[in-house]
């Protein structure tokens, strides 16, 4: 059986592939992908896989985008955090989903599955129901906690407590309302994603910053725009030309 993974996050794809090669050693892992784009590029110049595992947020986007640029003819077995109500909606076409992080138990029963369905997959399955999904979908769940490291020690953090999150030499960091910097392993971009977007803004390359910190907004140039913070942030806090539009209509929402 030739399977296809499409999973943003290296090590969950990565045990993803050693516990389907524990279930079946013949079993045989095309590739694994961390993008739409890649996902799209692939299938356009592969041939069909037997079976997919597809993550539902990938790294640049919602792995549903992928059905709006590429036929696919392939079950799908999605992994997903999603609610309840989006589970049961994704079950109209697809073989089963996977709640993360993935039990080889619960693996084993969705391999099971597709191989006693497998035989009405002969045609293209119908993916009217998940593009439908598209225009209306449920609210994701976002992340309301992260774990930092203080030395030896770990530290959980609510998300509530963050003022903001900002890159400084490569090193993500977040401050939190009292003021104190803890380093964080994600990216802003991977934060971007995790975060409820109501809530948090990416007002530039370098700061991701919370509603309930920013204090005052004035007009810096004829394109950009200045954000007082509290804390005090270590840097000169500006919204990107390209995204100041969209930050006012963010700010009025």
Do not use: C
Not at 62 to 72: A, C, D, N, T
Not at 197 to 224: E, M
């Amino acid at each position: 059986m030739n399977v296809l993974i499409i999973e943003d996050e290296t090590l969950t794809a990565r045990r993803l592939e050693s516990q389907l090669l524990r279930y079946d050693p013949t079993i045989r892992v095309l590739d694994r992908l961390p993008s739409v784009a890649q996902a799209v590029a692939w299938l356009r110049t592969h041939p069909v896989p037997d079976l997919l595992f597809l993550d539902i947020q990938l790294e640049d986007d919602l792995g549903f985008r992928i059905f709006e640029q590429v036929q696919v003819s392939t079950p799908i077995i999605f992994t997903t955090a999603y609610d309840e109500y989006m589970v049961q909606a994704f079950k109209v076409n697809s073989i089963d989903y996977l709640l993360k992080p993935i039990d080889y138990d619960t693996l084993v029963a969705a391999l099971e599955k597709y191989k006693t369905l497998r035989q009405h997959f002969a045609a293209p399955p119908d993916l009217s129901t998940l593009l439908q999904l598209l225009g209306k979908p449920a609210e994701p769940t976002y992340r309301d906690r992260f774990m930092v490291s203080i030395g030896p020690k770990l530290r959980s953090v609510e998300v509530a407590e963050i003022a903001y999150f900002f890159l400084e030499e490569k090193i993500t960091f977040l401050t939190n309302q009292q003021g104190s910097m803890l380093p964080l392993e994600y990216s802003l971009d991977r934060l971007t994603q995790l975060l409820n977007p109501r809530q948090f803004f990416r007002v530039s390359r370098q700061y991701l910053v919370n509603l309930a910190a920013i204090q005052t907004v004035h007009t810096y140039s004829a394109s950009k725009l200045k954000i007082q913070l509290l804390p005090t942030p270590r840097h000169e806090v500006l919204v990107s030309g390209d995204r100041v539009a969209e930050f006012k209509e963010w700010l009025g929402k």
